[in-house]
């Protein structure tokens, strides 16, 4: 082969790689859309339909988490064991039909039906998302793993924008049911797209299809392939810090989350549904960190990212705590975006890069149980505040609860990235 030859095989390689990144991003955004629509409208539909039931709104909460904590471990076994194209494909069909059922429910204000198609989308989405973590580093190298996530981070952003936008119009000019029919068309779509990348991967070339050469993702049980996750995130203290670290976010995370419908509604005196436009301001905010992260961030600088990303979240949670009203409150929420997306890029990237690709979908599986645990504590505790206490208090507390996070952050994830860097 001569070396124009393999110059053209290289640049060859380089656009196949970049087509099938290009379809998995497409799909991505599709069905992220879809999900932007359903959470604003199933918030609003639900906090209105109970006339803000507190209770109501934890068990959605409760249910968007719940699933990840009992199911993260065997849908990271599946993704590790089995044919992911399959297991993305299925879990968006699956959650086209969650859709349509949700927008039956929506049409005779049916709320305890709907709860139960929440949880199984939910459970579907677990699935989802453990096959597609394991997938990204596959169809990406090393170097440029940052940047696929820089885009992937940027592209949930922008249909943080637009998805909460659309469905706050669609709330105030036509009904849930249409939101929700929105939703499922978008999985479809998600779905033949995600078919489209398994025909172009099947297809001689060097992208990998499957396993890795010599990986025998079969050789033992369900269990046995758990409890070799378990032993990957404990044997590395790399990985352990990481987890640790982020585990304080998680929680500061999902009290906002709880929360802020709570302080709009209740503290400022607003319609619910003006939390879509909340959203739609922390969207375009972390638009541009997002593309700058992208832009700018490196390998050898992810934990000081990161750590420093999370000081900015901590802040923000301040100001959000302290706002006298909706304005003070936005200056917070942009505050937060501005940190929360350079710290999406740089901790998925540093987790991505530190797990063997053959256990990536199992210890990604047992981190959205712990994940998911911690956000339902967090979720528990923010329901008692705005119970028994001022609704904004949960934002200080959640910052507070943060602070040991941040410590290891900054001592121990951004020391070993500056060790590496040297």
């Known amino acids: 082969m001569t070396v124009q030859d393999g110059l053209g095989a290289e640049r060859a390689e380089k656009r196949e790689g970049r087509g099938a990144f290009g379809l998995f991003y497409t799909s991505f955004l599709v069905s992220a859309m879809g999900d932007a629509f359903r959470l604003l409208a199933v918030n609003v539909w639900i906090f209105n339909a109970t ?92 170097e440029r793993l940052p940047r696929a996530n820089g885009f992937m981070e940027t592209g949930q952003w922008v249909v943080q924008i637009v998805g909460p936008s659309l469905a706050a119009i669609t709330l105030a000019t036509g009904s849930a049911s249409l939101a929700f029919v929105v939703d499922s068309v978008s999985f479809v779509v998600s779905a033949v797209i995600l078919r489209s990348l398994r025909r172009v991967l099947k297809a001689p070339g060097p992208l990998p299809v499957d396993a890795e050469p010599g990986e025998d993702r079969k050789s033992g049980g369900h269990w046995a392939d758990f409890t070799d996750g378990v032993r990957i995130i404990w044997r590395s203290k790399d990985i352990r810090a990481l987890l640790l670290a982020s585990y304080g976010i998680s929680f500061l995370t999902a009290c906002t989350s709880y929360g802020l419908i709570f302080v709009v509604a209740r503290t400022f005196a607003l319609h619910a549904s003006a939390l879509g436009y909340i959203y739609s301001l922390n969207g375009a905010v972390a638009v541009i960190a997002a593309v700058l992260a992208t832009a700018l961030a490196k390998q050898a600088f992810l934990g000081r990212l990161m750590a420093v990303s999370m000081l900015g979240l901590c802040v923000a949670q301040v100001v959000m705590g302290v706002a006298p009203n909706i304005y003070v409150l936005g200056v917070g929420v942009a505050v937060s975006a501005l940190a929360n997306a350079p710290y999406n890029v740089s901790v998925t990237s540093l987790y991505m890069s530190r797990i063997p690709a053959a256990y990536l ?62």
């Open 51 to 142: 006339s803000g039931s507190t209770g109501a709104r934890l068990l959605v909460v409760l249910l968007a988490n719940l699933p990840g904590m009992l199911l993260g471990g065997l849908s990271g076994v599946v993704a590790d064991r089995y044919d992911k194209y399959s297991v993305l494909i299925v879990s968006d069909l699956a959650r086209t039909g969650v859709g349509l059922g949700l927008a039956w429910c929506a049409l005779d204000s049916r709320t305890v039906p709907a709860l139960v198609l929440i949880a199984v989308g939910n459970g579907v989405g677990v699935f989802f998302n453990s096959s597609s973590f394991s997938l990204l580093p596959r169809l990406v190298s090393a």
């Open 361 to 422: 979908g199992r210890v990604e599986g047992i981190d959205t149980m712990i994940d998911n645990f911690i956000s339902v504590c967090g979720f528990v505790a923010a329901s008692v505040i705005v119970l028994w206490w001022d609704p904004q208090a949960i934002f200080l507390i959640s910052a507070a609860v943060a602070l040991p996070s941040l410590v290891l952050a900054f001592t121990q994830v951004a020391r070993e990235g500056a060790a590496r860097a040297g």
